[in-house]
């Protein structure tokens, strides 16, 4: 099926910094698009979701933006601390709404902060 | 509430070995998912479960089989393990499917060898 794909594996910012973390994708039917956090040796945790008929979404020093246009999806974490060290990783989910919640993820990007 | 518990957290399988992974959920979701992530990469669907007793392929079934005969388990097979079952595996659950928020466990790291 269609994939998610990440365009930095790795990305190195100072603490306090803001960090962008991107993500393309290619199935312009996707319907609803997760970011998830994932520390060492645990699962991954979610962050935030957009839906397609959104742009932009806010959460506690994060944003997510959705550029349908150019089929593109992008973290913004604000204020980056040594704790938002992780590996992160946008999925879609086909069909949101509809679906039964089958999600696929890209490769990840591997974030960290230095203090 | 202990959420998403997964057991055991590690296992070493010789080729040709069988087991099963467990995962139990204790927040009355409905539906219920096996991944596999492999090193460096996302996370791929094997399986899931939308409920008891109903049970449907994900991308990458192959070399597995569930069964889910409660809303808490839902156990993932391992028949005739293979090295390229080598991998880190994950249980997740949800109340319903579409936008709902998947919780996952804390993994299994299998390997075999």
């Known amino acids: 099926g269609e994939s998610v794909g990440l365009h930095l594996p790795t990305l190195s910012v100072q603490e306090g910094d803001n960090s962008i973390i991107n993500c393309a994708y290619s199935n312009s039917a996707s319907d609803y698009f997760i970011w998830y956090k994932q520390e060492s040796g645990k699962g991954p945790q979610f962050i935030i979701d957009?839906?397609?008929?959104?742009d932009k979404r806010q959460g506690q020093r994060v944003t997510v933006l959705l550029n349908k246009t150019v089929k593109h999806l992008s973290l913004q974490i604000a204020a980056t601390q040594p704790g938002d060290s992780a590996v992160y990783f946008c999925a879609e989910n086909l069909a949101g709404g509809t679906s039964y919640g089958k999600l696929t993820f890209g490769q990840g990007t591997i974030l960290t902060v230095h203090p | 509430n202990a959420g998403v518990t997964q057991t055991p957290k590690f296992r070493i399988l010789k080729i040709g070995q069988s087991m099963t992974l467990q995962c139990t959920q204790d927040m009355n979701h409905n539906y219920m998912y096996w991944y596999r992530q492999d090193p460096g990469m996302g996370l791929k669907l094997i399986y899931y479960?939308?409920?008891?007793?109903?049970?449907d392929k994900g991308e990458v079934p192959n070399g597995y089989n569930v069964s889910r005969s409660t809303t808490e388990d839902f156990p993932l097979r391992l028949e005739l393990a293979a090295p390229s079952q080598t991998s880190v595996y994950f249980c997740?659950?949800?109340?319903?499917?579409?936008?709902?928020?998947?919780?996952f466990g804390p993994g299994t790291r299998l390997t075999v060898l």
């Open positions: 479960s939308v409920g008891a007793g109903i049970t």
């Open positions: 997740a659950s949800s109340y319903r499917g579409g936008y709902n928020e998947q919780f």
């Open positions: 957009i839906r397609s008929n959104m």
